[in-house]
């Protein structure tokens, strides 16, 4: 975000990609792809691909780091090395850890972790295509997989980007959005409680168009959520065929 580039991002009104200003990129949700794991999903946003796998409740080990009154979430952020276009050397780095530690904080506050003592709720968020918005399709594809390993959850967590372009305000950044606008957004809620769980900024806003934003995102959020809620019923009204 903040580099300079020749190429126009707004044209005629209209965004590169095509879409309108508000306008987020076609989204496909699959879950129960990992069979070894206990939940599983794929978000795509556009180009954006991300991947994620639950296990547990299971024993937390060593024993030494359970918590006798409650569970925790461990979560794992990693890009594949060919999800970009100059291949990422394999393994975690600053950014992943870091990324991690989000992820996991913005899931937290749904888990009733009370209920699963002594262990521990694994997450492992892949990120196999990058074009943007790489860590809310994670949260995305985490909160999903969770949902679908039978994990404890007051509810779904959903999560989009937004940001300034060539001084117009966007829904769902992507990478080329991401690398050269003037602002981005990460954000996370819970629908049902309408609370915040991330809210991260790059660049520089006014208080107006912060205040837009927010309400661009979450407009976004609730699109996200009723098709998070859909592929899970239709999952398991299939299983109950």
Known sequence: MGHKSDKKLIVNGKRADGRELDQMRPIEMQIGLVNRANGSAL???????????AYGP?????RHKQE???????TRYNMAPFSVDDRKAPGSDRRSTELSKVIRLALHPVVFVQDFPKATVDVYIEILQADGSTRVTGIN?????MAAAGVPMTDLV????AGKIDG????DLNGIEDNF???DLGYAMIPSKNMVTLLQMDGALTKEELVTLLNMA????????????KVLKEKYEKALE
């Open 43 to 53: 978000v795509k946003f556009g180009d954006t691909h991300a991947i994620a796998a």
């Open 58 to 62: 299971r024993e937390l080990m060593p």
């Open 68 to 74: 006798a009154d409650r569970g925790i979430i461990r």
């Open 141 to 145: 594809a985490a909160s999903l997989a």
């Open 158 to 161: 959903t999560a989009c980007s």
């Open 168 to 171: 117009k305000l966007v829904s």
């Open 181 to 183: 606008g003037e602002a």
């Open 218 to 229: 979450k407009e976004s959020c609730k699109k996200i959520y009723e098709m998070e809620m």
